[in-house]
């Protein structure tokens, strides 16, 4: 059949009807769903994501409030694999006892701890400050070692010889004991004194000889190694002459093992104190830390707090009351710096030290003595880098932003704080009278755009 002639005006026509046509269908759409089981189990794969992130954002927020592992003591049986775990959680400072341990095992504890340290720093980035805390004995008096290095049981009415023969130190009987110390008390004790040794033994003196006591024991109780022993008017009965000869050689030996900071277990006498104190400050390159004077440490807060108001205003009345996933801090202020060091900071509190190139000697070892002591403190990370790590040329804050984002420590839309601190007329800076200057920014955690030199928000 022949087709009927069409004009191309009524070709027109029908097209643009079939345009329209095309258009109102469009408009209109249909929801296919594969049943109500897929349904369900949309719902209960969203669920699922939720109560994840919820999971994930608690932990987070557990870890960063509970930093805990300041100092760890070290023994003989401490495994290289126990130290490489400390190292990785975060636990730079590690405490010896120089007394409890013999000169030899002494020495393979440290050549343990430092191997797993040069081993742990192969695998990092930045630069590590860590931290020898080495235990003496101080004006205490000490049982040496037992005999087999086990406890003994002291029997009421039982006679026990404490003596300064050093052929007993690492092997006492119940019979006879060394007392570490004893030689610098035996003019100070009497007969009919009471002696405390230990937690539970109580005894009485009943004879005093040139080089050792014979005491009595009136309540029996077990004895270890190294128990601490009371003595009447201790430390207080002794000749201010006889201190160096308590612990100048225990300084020595800290010295020679290069240990950074020095425990005195015990201190009953400001006068010991003092002597020891002026003693590390004139002759040795070290830091006092222990059960100090209760009264020296109430001064030095109070000094803190009225000579570095602001970073102590900022810290503890501002950032300590915000919710917030981190802390950046950067300053040149030595004095802000150590009246950081002495607060309490409750999520992850990040202090850039940048390493630069035209520092001299004693700069960079006072990074590193800052670095130790923020060890110290709960939740500090000192984070210490050099130039050749800071490729892109980021400010200190940038860095550390930038650095620990990387590392998996912050995510998108976390919530972050960052201080810089400056003294007045130094550096061009000359805000404030007599003050700190702290500038602070507050900002969100943005998404990182691919190829973009990342830049935190203000």
Do not use: W
Request: one cysteine or more.
């Amino acid at each position: 059949m022949e087709k009927p002639l069409v004009l191309d005006s009524q070709e027109t026509v029908e097209g643009e009807d079939e345009h329209l046509d095309d258009e109102n269908q469009l408009e209109k759409f249909t929801v296919r769903l594969n049943g109500q089981h897929d349904l369900e189990k949309r719902l209960r794969d969203f669920k699922a994501a939720c109560e994840a992130h919820e999971k994930h954002a608690r932990r987070r927020k557990r870890r960063r409030y509970y930093h805990m592992g300041l100092v760890a003591k070290l023994v003989a049986e401490t495994t290289p694999d126990e130290l490489r775990r400390m190292l990785e959680n975060g636990t730079y400072t590690f405490h010896v006892d120089a007394v409890s341990n013999k000169p030899d095992e002494l020495n393979a504890i440290l050549e343990t701890l430092n191997l797993a340290i040069a081993g742990y720093i192969e695998d990092r980035e930045l630069r590590l400050a860590t931290g020898l805390a080495l235990e003496i004995n101080g004006e205490c008096c000490r049982v040496g070692r037992l005999r087999n290095n086990c406890a003994v049981m002291l029997a009421r009415g039982a006679v026990v010889t404490l003596t300064t023969d050093e052929d007993y130190r690492y092997g006492g009987y119940k019979e006879i004991i060394f007392v570490i110390n004893l030689q610098a008390y035996l003019k100070s004790v009497k007969i009919n004194d009471i002696l405390l040794i230990g937690r539970e033994v109580r005894c009485r003196v009943v004879k005093t000889l040139r080089e050792a006591l014979t005491v009595l024991i009136i309540d029996a109780g077990l004895l270890t190694g190294y128990d601490f022993i009371e003595l009447p008017r201790q430390c207080h009965a002794l000749d201010p002459a006889v201190y160096p000869d308590l612990y100048m050689n225990d300084l020595k030996i800290a010295a020679e093992l290069k240990a950074n900071y020095v425990v005195l277990p015990k201190i009953r006498c400001k006068n010991f104190l003092k002597a020891v104190r002026h003693t590390i400050k004139d002759e040795f390159d070290l830091k006092l830390i222990g059960m100090i004077d209760f009264e020296y440490n109430k001064m030095t807060v109070k000094n803190i707090l009225t000579s570095y108001q602001t970073i102590v205003n900022f810290i503890i009345r501002t950032i300590s009351s915000i919710e917030c996933q981190a802390i950046f801090i950067y300053t040149k202020c030595e004095n802000a710096s150590i009246a950081l060091s002495r607060t309490e900071i409750y999520c992850p509190v990040f202090l850039m030290m940048p390493l630069l190139d035209d520092d001299d000697e004693a700069t960079i070892k006072c990074k590193f003595d800052l670095a130790r002591a923020l060890h110290l403190r709960r939740n500090m990370h000192p984070v210490l880098y050099t130039k050749d790590l800071n490729e892109c040329n980021y400010s200190p804050i940038e860095f550390g932003v930038d650095y620990i984002r990387r590392k998996g420590c912050l995510e998108v839309g976390d919530f972050v704080l960052t201080l810089e601190v400056g003294k007045e007329d130094a550096e061009n800076v000359v805000i404030g009278i007599d003050e700190d200057v702290c500038i602070l920014r507050a900002f969100y955690v943005s998404p990182l755009v691919g190829c973009e030199k990342f830049k935190y928000g203000t």
